[in-house]
């Protein structure tokens, strides 16, 4: 069999494959996961339905992405997956049923009647709230370490349940709201796009806060994390980051002043975007923080290679039929039952 690791660097390869699918995921599955955390506070049933609309077209091949970074952890990086899995099936776990209940909601809330439509609106909202908090916690534990003698976990059923964890929860929850929020400025008008913008205001404050405390806290988890974002020249190549992070914030908050529409959206996709860029610059090249390097935990050459051409054939279909999606369903949304 030919083998591409003779040639090209596999585990780099699929290092950038599995963090840009985690990445799309968050993005695509961001804004859909931030609507339903904000479902309740919406001002009327229709707004509700106006919300729900606007991600119905999209949010069942958000987790596509998902299962592409799992799998791909799973068969390119198999010591890494047999570490952190058991270090965290419990927040895993309570994530896949909150996305199981927000499914179901999807569901059951076009189908059932009035007086049984609060069933499934709660499901929608703590399905949605459960899983972005789970998703925060799964990476704060991935960003500080876990525990690891030789090849296994060592640590205990609840050390995931810590201080720091809890701390990027909630910061994630309220930049899914963010998302979710903007994303209604651009798919709603009316009422529901003034309230919207509103919430996007409010939110975008604590967004900031928990940007903040996480960028402050992180340096301090590890001294070469400290080391790369502190010593010279890094401190210079690396300044862009935080300045571009902090231009993104004023900028959604001068827009959300205006009519604009789709800028708001597209700002703070740029915020988690810079996130993401200064978070993968803190972690590189580790994939089990800070025990294993993505070539120590990789699976053989052969393996990884067989892998590639498999998604070589199939990302190409992926990101067209999403392209396709947004672009057939592009617009504003009603609040008439169409899904």
Same mark, same amino acid.
């Given at each position: 069999?030919?083998?591409?690791?003779?040639?090209?660097?596999?585990?780099?390869?699929?290092?950038?494959?599995?963090?840009?699918?985690?990445?799309?995921?968050?993005?695509?599955?961001?804004?859909?996961?931030?609507?339903?955390?904000?479902?309740?506070?919406?001002?009327?049933?229709?707004?509700?339905?106006?919300?729900?609309?606007?991600?119905?077209?999209?949010?069942?091949?958000?987790?596509?992405?998902?299962?592409?970074?799992?799998?791909?952890?799973?068969?390119?990086?198999?010591?890494?997956?047999?570490?952190?899995?058991?270090?965290?099936?419990?927040?895993?776990?309570?994530?896949?049923?909150?996305?199981?209940?927000?499914?179901?909601?999807?569901?059951?809330?076009?189908?059932?009647?009035?007086?049984?439509?609060?069933?499934?609106?709660?499901?929608?909202?703590?399905?949605?709230?459960?899983?972005?908090?789970?998703?925060?916690?799964? /990476?704060?534990? =991935?960003?500080?370490?876990?525990?690891?003698?030789?090849?296994?976990?060592?640590?205990?059923?609840?050390?995931?349940?810590?201080? =720091?964890?809890?701390?990027?929860?909630?910061? /994630?929850?309220?930049?899914?709201? /963010?998302?979710?929020?903007?994303?209604?400025?651009?798919?709603?008008?009316?009422?529901?796009?003034?309230?919207?913008?509103?919430?996007?205001?409010?939110?975008?404050?604590?967004?900031?806060?928990?940007?903040?405390?996480?960028?402050?806290?992180?340096?301090?988890?590890?001294?070469?994390?400290?080391?790369?974002?502190?010593? =010279?020249?890094?401190?210079?190549?690396?300044?862009?980051?935080?300045?571009?992070?902090?231009?993104?914030?004023?900028?959604?908050?001068?827009?959300?002043?205006?009519?604009?529409?789709?800028?708001?959206?597209?700002?703070?996709?740029?915020? =988690?975007?810079?996130?993401?860029?200064?978070?993968?610059?803190?972690?590189?090249?580790?994939?089990?923080?800070?025990?294993?390097?993505?070539?120590?935990?990789?699976?053989?050459?052969?393996?990884?290679?067989?892998?590639?051409?498999?998604?070589?054939?199939?990302?190409?279909?992926?990101?067209?039929?999403?392209?396709?999606?947004?672009?057939?369903?592009?617009?504003?949304?009603?609040?008439?039952?169409?899904?």
């Amino acid at each position: 069999m030919f083998d591409f690791g003779s040639y090209i660097d596999l585990p780099l390869i699929w290092g950038l494959l599995i963090a840009t699918a985690v990445f799309v995921y968050v993005l695509l599955d961001g804004f859909d996961l931030g609507v339903g955390i904000l479902f309740p506070f919406a001002p009327s049933d229709k707004c509700r339905s106006r919300m729900m609309n606007s991600i119905a077209p999209f949010w069942d091949g958000n987790e596509t992405w998902l299962v592409l970074g799992g799998g791909g952890l799973f068969a390119a990086f198999p010591v890494a997956y047999a570490i952190i899995m058991p270090a965290l099936y419990l927040p895993v776990i309570f994530m896949l049923l909150g996305l199981i209940f927000r499914g179901v909601a999807f569901e059951f809330r076009f189908k059932t009647t009035e007086e049984k439509r609060w069933i499934w609106d709660t499901s929608f909202h703590f399905g949605s709230l459960i899983a972005a908090l789970m998703q925060g916690i799964i /990476l704060g534990n =991935f960003v500080q370490g876990i525990e690891v003698t030789g090849r296994s976990f060592s640590g205990g059923p609840l050390d995931w349940a810590n201080g =720091f964890s809890l701390l990027t929860g909630l910061a /994630l929850v309220f930049g899914y709201a /963010l998302l979710g929020s903007t994303w209604l400025i651009m798919k709603t008008e009316d009422v529901t796009q003034k309230w919207a913008r509103r919430v996007s205001k409010y939110v975008l404050v604590f967004v900031a806060a928990f940007m903040g405390l996480v960028s402050v806290c992180m340096p301090f988890i590890d001294a070469r994390i400290f080391e790369i974002w502190f010593s =010279f020249p890094n401190i210079l190549l690396l300044s862009p980051i935080p300045v571009l992070t902090f231009l993104c914030f004023v900028m959604i908050a001068r827009d959300l002043n205006t009519d604009r529409e789709y800028r708001p959206f597209l700002l703070s996709v740029g915020l =988690f975007l810079l996130g993401y860029i200064g978070l993968g610059v803190g972690m590189y090249p580790w994939i089990v923080p800070f025990e294993f390097t993505i070539w120590q935990a990789a699976a053989t050459s052969t393996s990884q290679s067989l892998l590639l051409v498999g998604t070589v054939l199939f990302l190409p279909l992926i990101l067209g039929y999403t392209a396709f999606c947004f672009y057939t369903f592009r617009g504003k949304s009603s609040h008439e039952a169409m899904y």
